[in-house]
């Protein structure tokens, strides 16, 4: 186990520094255009595939940082680029996420590499959990996967929703329900191999922020993948299932992992981490202009008024980035969160993204109001981090459960 340490060591330096490079010299140039467009940046994630930084073996070597500072430090520096091109090349690993926590070691092997590609022919992958009327309620969910004994295969129907990469991507990640009596306990997580038939891509969502990303429903009519892409396996999951049988029977209430909070009680943090990079690059942003803009015969720094903010801003970020790095060494080293650390590091810097963008644009007035300066499209980007991957409510839902050991509505 690693020993925890506030300062980076010279390894972790030079990462950040690189991701800061690519960030700053590609993504930054770039994030207006892809933002208007409101498209998939292949040219990017090829450029980014090119020099490693879109890579199984890469993000492999930051998600087994022994600290657990590998992930955070990669994303803060991505999303200050830009969140929209940053989630186009950080989505996939969502989905990696998503086989590396419920899959076996075969599993893991076969599929992860598929959703990457290489760097001629580059691949991006999708976790498909929330649907239209089952969100934050993953009890609600309707996608249903039966098994067909007599050829070993899963066949799945049901419609997903707010995918990032749906329908465009090589492999699918899907959590579906397979004991409908079970609630939440009666799902499990399967992957849907590219070009497999009844697969297809719904309506594409034309959204507020993070424009650059893909998001879209998934559609599956009656989709059948073999018995082996049920991630972690028939037998486990029979084992499971009756436990929670078992346990539903005497009444009891056993914590059985569900498959999709399982994933994001794992990314919560690295989300966390890419609120951080937004708020940090719009406190930047308005340090910097702060600095420059005149009136009334000086820089409006000078002014308590606008200088407060911007230390409440600059205190914000890294009370931020301090919860997500203490939740990410707790999960590398294996301790459990026993007050919600996890969703403790995603609610803060989720609520601090938005509260500093916004702080940005009153800085700059009128001119950060507009396009001209991106603190407008950071302020956008930054809404989506109190909804998606669990909304703040529920991480304040999850939190109040954990601390106080009542089961709160």
């Known amino acids: 186990m690693a020993e925890f340490a506030l300062e980076l060591n010279e390894d972790q330096k030079a990462v950040r520094d690189w991701v800061h490079g690519f960030a700053a010299d590609v993504m930054r140039p770039a994030a207006a255009e892809w933002d208007e467009r409101e498209e998939t940046p292949w040219p990017i994630i090829q450029e980014a595939a090119k020099i490693g930084l879109y890579s199984l073996d890469f993000y492999a070597q930051q998600y087994f940082d022994p600290t657990g500072l590998g992930i955070p430090v990669v994303m803060e520096e991505l999303f200050w680029g830009d969140a929209g091109i940053g989630l186009s090349i950080v989505g996939t690993a969502l989905a990696a996420v998503g086989v590396l926590a419920n899959g076996t070691e075969e599993q893991i092997g076969t599929w992860i590499p598929q959703m990457y590609g290489d760097e001629n022919d580059v691949k991006v992958a999708a976790f498909c959990s929330s649907e239209p009327d089952a969100g934050s309620d993953v009890s609600a969910m309707r996608t249903r996967a039966v098994y067909d004994e007599a050829k070993d295969e899963w066949v799945l129907n049901g419609t997903k929703t707010w995918a990032t990469n749906g329908g465009i991507a090589n492999v699918h990640v899907v959590v579906a329900v397979v004991d409908p009596e079970l609630g939440a306990k009666g799902h499990a997580s399967f992957v849907i191999p590219p070009n497999t038939p009844g697969l297809s891509q719904g309506q594409k969502f034309k959204k507020h922020g993070i424009r650059a990303s893909h998001t879209a429903e998934v559609v599956l009519e009656d989709v059948r993948v073999p018995g082996h892409c049920l991630l972690g396996g028939k037998e486990k999951l029979d084992e ?44 930047e942003v308005a340090l910097d202009y702060a600095k420059t803009r005149v009136q009334f015969g000086r820089p409006i720094i000078d002014n308590q008024g606008i200088a407060f903010q911007l230390a409440d801003m600059r205190t914000r970020v890294d009370a931020a980035r301090l919860l997500v ?28 993204a938005k509260a500093v963008t916004a702080q940005a644009i009153q800085i700059l007035g009128g001119n950060g109001f507009t396009r001209e300066y991106p603190v407008e499209r950071m302020h956008r980007d930054a809404a989506i981090y109190s909804i998606f991957e669990g909304t703040s409510e529920i991480q304040r839902l999850v939190i109040a459960r954990t601390i106080s050991g009542i089961h709160i509505r």
């Open 325 to 352: 790095w203490r939740a990410s060494w707790m999960a590398a080293a294996g301790k459990p969160f026993e007050a919600a650390e996890g969703s403790m590091s995603k609610l803060f810097a989720g609520e601090t």
């Open 240 to 283: 499971r299932l009756a436990r929670a049988r078992e346990k539903a029977k005497k009444g009891g209430g056993e914590r059985v992992r569900n498959a999709a909070m399982a994933t994001f009680e794992a990314s919560r943090p690295a989300v966390g981490a890419q609120a951080v990079g937004i708020a940090r690059a719009a406190y």
